[in-house]
Structures are given as structure tokens and as C-alpha cells.
């Protein structure tokens, strides 16, 4: 330990007097932590929530989560400002593989980051020259041991409150309203801790100042290996685990030293999870409810009371708790009925697996993995550019419920805030209000589906393949088959499987709609061709009606991505054909969907000036039909010169597309192949 380190009482006072330190509770330091960073509003699924940017930082951070951190927040602030919920404990619960456990680390992660800024570090005290007492054998230095902080110890140096405020204001120079905020985290003394102190007074007469020689101030050690500050109990089996693993027990070596067996220093709290923790840290406890009965009684009273409590001694904590559990063990927690009054003590978090499908696309990263993968013969492993969007469609598609009012694709595409036809987000608002009125949890939006896990048993199913590894790329097609082996062996509930692979059908589709727009893409030689086909259509129907169009058809408009002026000649037969392939076949439904259009436009553009339309999958899919069929006579005359490559010509188109794939759009030879060969099947057409 670095002797500048450690401080005298006096000093430590002092520098929280001037704001140079702090005494504030557990809850009030994570909810400083979080609030002290950027909040951001968003809207999630059709309502507004805020976005705490602490969550979002560093390279492997929480994706999506809103309404969890949401309600997590609103229960530390509510804590740290004396609301009811600092007598709870927060429990996370929801289906393995959707990021509980993540949340919880990531959290304790970030809280000893927090903490280890010099101006919010946390600090404890130990008595000293023990040796001088008489009765500790050769115990000279006793810490702490719920590494109370000192300012605890500065309102419990006299046994009259009023004395001891008195004394604080004379001997520091606290005011009066200082003296207000230091009492309002006001708790007794642990029971050794106020033993060894009034031992100390005795032995100085009652002599205050005296008695403080005996006391040191220290910085609590932040090692996550010792469980200091944040700790984790995981649930044990029945036999192995007992209340000392959260408590602490009898310490044989410490009554070899003491002569007063009334002395509850006898007691070893370190022993257990809590007391290391009690100094303003976490305490994560890992499926709360696999613990046996006697256990969760013990945490029954450590929430309520906030207090270790062993043969009638008590040593106050200042500790944050969150669990979590998995929707069957808390289903079968709750059927106890006698078990009540400990979910009565708990904030309960129904955590849902991801459903936006652009987010999902962070997660699928997390799981194939930021190293550079190689097959068995040490050769780099491509990764197909449609792997990623492939695997994330295929898995949100299983999280989302079947409704009367969406189709899966609506529903997937207004959950990432895209645009799902004449379908409106507050269709998704309604069926989520909805479903969330079912008393079973696993019913509600998101509960179910193929989780993180079963996505990260996918990825490993690919790589391990003979054709990934001869072929050395992770080839997205080859995906599905992962995830439909997956879903046969680890998915036990009849009515869940036919339901995923019904979704894998519709993922299929929409890949092969990708597909479609990468091959035009690769045959126009440029890897936004269809973009800008698509956003010629757009402006083509902004301005088929401006008043300064001349009889050559030209219209002139400011591009609201790059600012300048440009000039498109509005082709009608384009737009009509491109309607056509929508199946408009009225004038009014024209209008009606070029309206529509117009109105997203407009709404997008002000806050989105990059927005392409190229999550309108149906507007998409047209267009290259369109195109398709004006530049080489349709998609199937496409398909047949690349499959019968017997002539020349078609196997120049061939080598041509080919070159384009693997030098612009980030193919490698065994996908670009594999990607040509599968867009000349007719396999997974809707």
C-alpha cells in the first residue's frame, strides 16, 4: 500500500468539507455515473424513450436494451433520492442468451472505471496499535470489514447524535447544511467496528482525539479478482452452497487471539460475498431463484434490512443488489406461494431478446467474432458480405409473435423504425400494448425466440463445415442450414420449432431479395446502382408535377445530401413501369402511393438527409425488376446467360460481374460463386 494513500480522519473530513471527496451511497454513485453522461432521446417500437450513452461506449458495448436501462435508471435515481426502491433489489428476468448477465458486467465494468477517478474513489478505515489494547493476541491492524466508509465512523465517534454533530462542526468547520447532507447517509456502525471503537475509548479515557491515533483512512482496493466493490455470487448446487458464502461465519484463527468471546470481530464476514461489497459497491447475484430456500431467506432480509445479520450482531451495508433469472425458474418460484414476500422485495425487469434487426447486426459481430478466423489448415476464412444481414434477419424473425394486424416482415421492418408499406408504427405500438397484456411472459413482444447463445452455436456449426473450411468463406446461405440444425436440437417446444422454421422460410426470401439487388449491383459494375435507381425514382416523382418543368423534361433540384444543384430528366415510362412492378395499376393508386412517398420523403429527410429508401424492400425489388428486364430483357434472360456460359458473351458477362463482386463489393471467388450460382436457382421465390 503506498503510504500517501493513507490519511488520518481529520484530513479525509476535510477533503469531503472542500469537495475534493465524497460520501454519498451506492445508489447515488451509479445514478451520478450514469446521468453525468450525454442522454439522447429516441423512439423504440413507436415510443419516445431516452438512450444513456454511458451504455454505448467502448468496443464491446450494450446493443439496444432500451426499455431495461430505462427502468433500471428510473430505479437507481428513485433509490439514491430515499424512494422506496433502496429496500429492493433489481431482478432481471427473461430467456437464456439475451444479455442479462452482459447488462450486469457491463455495469460493475463501468462502476469501477467511475470509481477509480481519484475525486470518486471510495475509502474505508482500519484500527491501528491494537497491541497497545491487550486483548487481540497478536492482532495488531483490524480493517473495517464492510469497508465502511470513514465518514460513518466521523458520525458514530460519540454515542449522542447531537454531541457528535456538535463535535464534527467545531472540529472540522462543517456548516450546518453540510451537516444536513453528510447525516441524511446516516448508519450505525458495524457491530465489530463499534466494539473495537468503544474498546479504543475506553482505553483513552474517552478521550476522542486520542483515540483517533488509532484510526487510518484507506482507498478500498478496486480488484475484481477479490470481489471488492462489485462481486458476484453464482448460484450453487444444493449441497455445496450455504448463507456463509453470502454472510461469513465463525473464524477458528481469529478466537485463537481474542480473549472476549463477546467480541464480533470472532466473525469473518469477508468470508462472504456481501460484506465485500457493503463499502458503496454491487452485489450481482446470477439466477437468484436456483438458489435453495434457506438462501433466498437470507437475501430476503439483506434487501429489506440492508444488514448482515449473524447470531443477533448486525453490520449495516451500503450495497446495490441486482439478480438475475431465467423465466422458468422464476415461473416455478413464483407457484411457491409461501415465496411471495421475497418478489415483493424485488424490482422485477422482464428483459426481451433484441427485435431490431439493425441492431441485431452489432450482435451477429459480437458472435463471429472481431479475430480474424482461419479454417483448419491455418488459411484466412472470408466472410461473405450478406452473412451477417442473412443470420440477423433469420433470428429477429423467431423473436417476433405471429399477429392478425402485421405480417412478420411489417413487423420486423417497423421494429427497426423502417417502412412497412401503408402499415404505420403505431400498428406495432398496438399489437406490442397488446401482447404485453398477457400474463404469460413468454406470450409478450420479444420474450422468445433464438437467443444470442443459440446465434453464437450457429457461427460455430458454419465454421466447423467441410464446405466452409474447403471453400475458406463463411458463405451466408450456408447459414440457414446452421440455424436449422440449431433449431432441431435445441429447441425442445414443438409449436416454438415449427414456428422458426416457418421464419427461416422468410428470412430465405428475404436473402434472396438481396441477392437480386447485389447481382444488378455486380451487373451494372458499381456498388450503389441500385440505390441510385431507387433515389432517381423518388425525385422523379417529386418533381413529374414542378411547375418549372420545361418540354425537355428536365428538372432541377437541390440534393439535400451533398447540397448542390442537379439536373435529372424525369422519364414517365420508368415511373409507370416501376408502379407496374408494385401492382398500382389505377391512377388513384398511384397517387396514393407517390403521396405516400412524398411524405416519407419529408419526414426523413429533416432529420436523416443521408435516407435512401433502401429498407423499402417491395420499392427495392421493383426497381431492379425494372431495370433488370429494361437493360438485358428481364432477370431470367440474366439468369440464363449466366448459367449457360456455353458462348462467349455470356461468359464475358459472367467474368465481368465476377471481377466486379470481388473487387467492389467485398466477395471473395468461393462466395461471389457460390452468390451467382444461387441467383440462377429459383429456389426461396416468394
Not at 460513518?152 to 472540522?172: F, H, P, Y
Not at 412497412?420 to 425466440?449: C, H, M, W, Y
Request: proline share 2%; charged share 30%; aromatic share 10%.
Amino acid at each position: 500500500m503506498n503510504q500517501k494513500r493513507i490519511l488520518n480522519l481529520q484530513d479525509h473530513l476535510s477533503a469531503i468539507k472542500e469537495g475534493k471527496k465524497r460520501y454519498e451511497n451506492a445508489f447515488q454513485g451509479v445514478s451520478r455515473m450514469i446521468l453525468e453522461q450525454d442522454i439522447e432521446k429516441v423512439v423504440v417500437n413507436g415510443k419516445t424513450t431516452y438512450d444513456f450513452k454511458i451504455f454505448r461506449t467502448g468496443k464491446k458495448h450494450i446493443i439496444g436494451l432500451y426499455d431495461e436501462i430505462n427502468s433500471f435508471v428510473s430505479y437507481v435515481k428513485d433509490a439514491a433520492e430515499g424512494g422506496s426502491s433502496k429496500e429492493m433489489a433489481y431482478v432481471l428476468v427473461g430467456e437464456p442468451g439475451n444479455g442479462k448477465t452482459f447488462f450486469v458486467e457491463y455495469l460493475c465494468s463501468k462502476y469501477r472505471q467511475f470509481l477509480a477517478r481519484e475525486e470518486n474513489r471510495k475509502y474505508s478505515f482500519r484500527f491501528t496499535h491494537l497491541d497497545q489494547l491487550g486483548n487481540y493476541g497478536k492482532i495488531n491492524s483490524i480493517e473495517s470489514q464492510t469497508y465502511e466508509d470513514p465518514a460513518v465512523l466521523a458520525m458514530n465517534l460519540t454515542e449522542s447524535q447531537d454531541e457528535n454533530r456538535e463535535l464534527l462542526g467545531k472540529w472540522i468547520g462543517f456548516s450546518d447544511q453540510q451537516l444536513e447532507l453528510l447525516y441524511d447517509n446516516f448508519r450505525p456502525l458495524g457491530a465489530c467496528s463499534e466494539y473495537i471503537w468503544h474498546d479504543i475509548l475506553n482505553y483513552t479515557n474517552g478521550n476522542v482525539e486520542e483515540a483517533l491515533n488509532f484510526i487510518e483512512v484507506f482507498p478500498v482496493p478496486l480488484m475484481e479478482s477479490m470481489g471488492t466493490i462489485t462481486g458476484k455470487y453464482p448460484a450453487k448446487d444444493k449441497i455445496t452452497s450455504s448463507a456463509v458464502d453470502l454472510l461469513g461465519e465463525e473464524s477458528i484463527q481469529r478466537l485463537l487471539h481474542i480473549t472476549d468471546t463477546n467480541n464480533p470481530y470472532r466473525f469473518d464476514l469477508r468470508r462472504g460475498a456481501l460484506a465485500r461489497v457493503a463499502g458503496g459497491g454491487i452485489h450481482f447475484s446470477d439466477e437468484i431463484f436456483k438458489n435453495k430456500k434457506d438462501l433466498v431467506q437470507v437475501y430476503l432480509g439483506v434487501i429489506q434490512n440492508r444488514v448482515i445479520e449473524i447470531d443477533g450482531f448486525k453490520w449495516p451495508i451500503d450495497t446495490l443488489i441486482i439478480a438475475t433469472s431465467n423465466n422458468s425458474e422464476f415461473n416455478r418460484f413464483l407457484d411457491e406461494k409461501e415465496e411471495a414476500p421475497i418478489v415483493d422485495r424485488c424490482r422485477i425487469s422482464y428483459v426481451s431478446h433484441n427485435t431490431n434487426y439493425q441492431l441485431q447486426e452489432y450482435l451477429t459481430a459480437y458472435a463471429i467474432g472481431s479475430e480474424t478466423k482461419t479454417t483448419f489448415n491455418k488459411e484466412e476464412l472470408h466472410q461473405d458480405p450478406n452473412l451477417n444481414y442473412a443470420t440477423s434477419v433469420a433470428v429477429v424473425l423467431s423473436r417476433l409473435p405471429i399477429s392478425e394486424k402485421l405480417t412478420p416482415v411489417e413487423t420486423m421492418k417497423l421494429a427497426a423504425g423502417e417502412v412497412a408499406g401503408e402499415k404505420s408504427i403505431k400498428t406495432l405500438a398496438e399489437v406490442i400494448d397488446t401482447l404485453n397484456q398477457n400474463p404469460d411472459i413468454t406470450k409478450r413482444f420479444g420474450q422468445k425466440g433464438l437467443g444470442q447463445r443459440n446465434l453464437g452455436r450457429t457461427i460455430q456449426l458454419l465454421v466447423e463445415s467441410s464446405e466452409t473450411n474447403e471453400g475458406k468463406c463463411m458463405f451466408a446461405y450456408d447459414a440457414f442450414k446452421a440455424l436449422e440444425r440449431i433449431v432441431l436440437d435445441y429447441v425442445s417446444d414443438a409449436n416454438d420449432r415449427t414456428k422458426y422454421l416457418e421464419d427461416l422460410k422468410i428470412a430465405k426470401g428475404l436473402y434472396r431479395e438481396r441477392i437480386m439487388t447485389e447481382m444488378f449491383n455486380a451487373y451494372m459494375d458499381e456498388p450503389f446502382a441500385i440505390r441510385k435507381d431507387v433515389m432517381n425514382y423518388v425525385n422523379m416523382i417529386i418533381g413529374i408535377d414542378a411547375e418549372n418543368l420545361g418540354p425537355d423534361r428536365m428538372w432541377r433540384y437541390k440534393d439535400p445530401q451533398s447540397g448542390e444543384v442537379k439536373a435529372l430528366k424525369i422519364d414517365e415510362k420508368y415511373v409507370k413501369n416501376v408502379e407496374e412492378r408494385l401492382g398500382l395499376k389505377t391512377i388513384e393508386q398511384r397517387e396514393n402511393f407517390r403521396t405516400s412517398i412524398r411524405k416519407i420523403y419529408g419526414q426523413k429527410i429533416s432529420t436523416d438527409p443521408n435516407y435512401d429508401f433502401m429498407d423499402n424492400l417491395e420499392l427495392v425489388k421493383a426497381v431492379t425488376d425494372v431495370r433488370l428486364k429494361s437493360d438485358i430483357a428481364g432477370s431470367g434472360s440474366l439468369i440464363g446467360a449466366l448459367a449457360n456460359r456455353t458462348n462467349e458473351e455470356n461468359q464475358k458477362l459472367y467474368d465481368r460481374m465476377l471481377t466486379t463482386m470481388l473487387n467492389k463489393l467485398g466477395y471473395c471467388r468461393t462466395c461471389a460463386q457460390k452468390t451467382i450460382e444461387y441467383f440462377c436457382t429459383q429456389s426461396d421465390e416468394k
